[in-house]
C-alpha cells in the first residue's frame, strides 16, 4: 500500500472530498486546503510527495502558486499536478507552460486519475 502524502488544494468542497476519497482507498495520505494561500502553507510545513493544484480559486489562483512553488528551493521538486475543469486545448497548453507537472480534468475519469498519480509517484521515487 502508499503511503505518500498528497496535498488537494480545490475550493469546491464536493471535488475535493471526491479526490480525498479516492486516494485514501488507494491507501495514500492526504491534506487539503480551499485556498492556494493555505495550500503554499501546509506544502512549507508538511512537505507533500504530490500535489493537486486547481487552477481557478479565490485570491491567488494555482499558476500563481505554482510559481511560488518553484521559486523555493525546498518546494520546487514536488510533482504539482494542474486539477481544473479548464479543459480546451488552449488552456490546458497555459497550464503545462506554466510548469505543472501534469493534467488532470474534472470531473474525474477515476481509472485515469488513479494511475496518472500512481505513475508520477513512482517517477519521482524511481
Avoid: C, W
Avoid at 492526504?30 to 502553507?41: D, F, H, P, R, Y
Avoid at 480559486?57 to 510559481?67: D, Q, R, T, V
Avoid at 523555493?72 to 486539477?83: D, G, K, L, N, S
Amino acid at each position: 500500500m502508499a503511503n505518500e502524502l498528497i496535498l488537494i488544494v480545490e475550493d469546491n468542497e464536493k471535488n475535493r472530498k471526491l479526490a480525498k476519497d479516492v486516494l485514501q482507498v488507494k491507501g495514500y495520505r492526504t491534506i487539503e486546503a480551499e485556498s492556494a494561500e493555505a495550500g503554499l502553507e501546509l506544502i512549507a510545513k508538511e512537505r507533500p510527495d504530490l500535489v493537486l493544484m486547481d487552477i481557478h480559486l479565490p485570491g491567488m489562483n494555482g499558476i500563481e502558486a505554482l510559481k511560488n512553488m518553484r521559486a523555493a528551493e525546498a518546494t520546487r521538486a514536488i510533482p504539482v499536478f494542474a486539477f481544473t475543469a479548464s479543459v480546451m486545448p488552449q488552456d490546458r497548453r497555459e497550464i503545462m507552460q506554466a510548469g505543472f507537472d501534469g493534467f488532470l480534468s474534472k470531473p474525474i475519469n477515476l481509472k485515469e486519475f488513479v494511475a496518472t498519480i500512481e505513475g508520477a509517484l513512482q517517477r519521482k521515487s524511481g
